[in-house]
Nanobody, 119 residues
């Protein structure tokens, strides 16, 4: 049974920082691309950041220079360090694990963690 469990969300003032964690189980973690997505009320879910099994990272333009994704393959955990947070970063943040096979894709999601940026 695959489980992705996010933690670290909460309420923070503009300009503040949060660190999200996602602990994975039931998958060979090191083989998966791990990603963080977010969904704000009334908006579509969007990619925030991703890190491949080889450590290559990708960021949404809106978070470049402020957010950093990393992974610890020994602990089966992916992190999202969020600095200089803005009210528009408010959303539910979801962890994703993805692995492409020859004819299909393995795709798993966490339950989400709320991040609220407000004074």
């Amino acid at each position: 049974q695959v489980q992705l469990v996010e933690s670290g969300g909460g309420l923070v003032q503009p300009g503040g920082s949060l660190r999200l964690s996602c602990a994975a189980s039931g998958i060979t973690f090191r083989l998966y691309t791990m990603g963080w997505y977010r969904q704000a009320p009334g908006k579509q879910r969007e990619l925030v950041a991703a890190i491949t099994s080889g450590g290559i990272t990708n960021y949404a333009d809106s978070v470049k220079g402020r957010f950093s994704i990393s992974r610890d393959n020994d602990k089966n955990t992916v992190f999202l360090q969020m600095n200089s947070l803005r009210p528009e970063d408010t959303a539910v943040y979801y962890c994703n694990a993805e692995k492409l096979l020859v004819q299909r894709k393995l795709d798993y999601w966490g339950q989400g963690t709320q991040v609220t940026v407000s004074s």
